[in-house]
């Protein structure tokens, strides 16, 4: 990737800059009203598109294969009987973020028409932007997921969307083996920023929204946000499922800093199931084992703990059986297919249950929608999930 040609900034200038990048402003926080009788906990709510087709056999009945998903669900609701209706990856991830059953194939590479659940808060809830946020690992389909093109929502009700890489291309990695991971308040802290600002991805800084914040809480946030990208090792993850491994681990660190209402995480790795099931295991595997670090670090966070909803489903399953290649594809249209799971848990939830009533994957966005006290807009065809709550 090409690096920006600009002059030298100072710290000052590269923060400022930052901010206006990401386009953090912030707004009071709006009142919302869950299902449940009693008033409502969840102030953050966490969606993982658990994507790339997972089969339920895989996860629910081989507990060794992510023993985390399973340590979450006794902390919550996990639901066996969630319908897929689409067998597409794209449109069938976009499903759960419209609340409709998208009909997008595998091969579609244009927005959807329905607007997602991010548009309908920031217009219909008055949501900032800074309070929506979501980090892909579906590559060119997954930046797609921001935003439709419906002509009354669309492209200024975004949400913000990093991919993997965060916010800065490989590039930055070779300043940083020249002049170390930065430690907060450092001496040399203001050295290695100026010289990773000439390392900024101009692609993804032009995909993420116009506009600014002076604000000064928000220019720290900003640079917090940079020194915990770059003191982790989220840019070295290598193997089967790293840019899985990558998203959940950037929206891990977008929920630390800048605690936004609702985070996105969609993943993909999974789909190396069509030439190798051995592959597909380890993915699974090794992406519940950064759904563990997540729940935990919502779990060990003061604030967040007691006020964070996560919600972990496939947007569908895998065939029946083995194809000649000692793999999975996706297209018998058998309830290994068609049927997934739903794992729930947060402070309006029930605890440690097992319901077995029948919902869908385009079910998510209603309930999500629902718990921020927003009525169901007409478009969305789905049903909140009421079997969840308390």
Known sequence: MSRLQMPQPTRRDFLRTSATA??????PRHDCRALSERAPQTKHIVVVAFAGGIRSKDVLETKANAPNLHRIAKNGVMLPNVRA???GHYGAALSIFTGNVESLGI????????????????????FAQSDLWVSTANGAQGKLFAHSTHPDYGSAYAANL??????????????????????ADSAGEALLLDQLASSLDPAILQSLPVGGSKDPAQVRRVEKFILDELAGNTTKLTGPGSAD?????????????????LTAITLQNADIAHGSYNGYLEVIRRNDEELGKLWDAIQSDAEL????????????????????????????????????????AGPDFKKDMLVRSEC???????????????PQPKMVGGKPIADLFA
Do not use: W
């Open 245 to 261: 491994a990558k998203a959940i681990r950037v929206g891990l660190n977008i929920l630390r800093t800048f605690r936004p209402k």
């Open 305 to 344: 703990k007691n006020q964070t909803a996560l919600f972990v489903l496939p947007e569908f399953g895998r065939d029946k059986d083995l194809n000649q290649r000692n793999g999975l594809d996706h297209g018998d249209n058998s309830d290994c297919l068609k049927k997934v799971f739903l794992i729930a």
């Open 22 to 27: 990401l386009s953090l402003p912030l707004l």
């Open 360 to 374: 869908a994957t385009h079910d998510i966005c209603p309930t999500v929608l629902s718990m921020f006290g927003l």
């Open 85 to 87: 209706a689409n067998s």
């Open 162 to 183: 990093l991919d993997g890489e965060g916010i800065f291309n490989v590039e930055f990695q070779k300043v940083l083996a020249t002049f170390g991971r930065p430690r």
């Open 107 to 126: 091969r579609d590479d244009g927005r959807g028409l329905n607007p997602t659940m991010f548009e309908y808060l920031r217009k219909d809830a008055a």
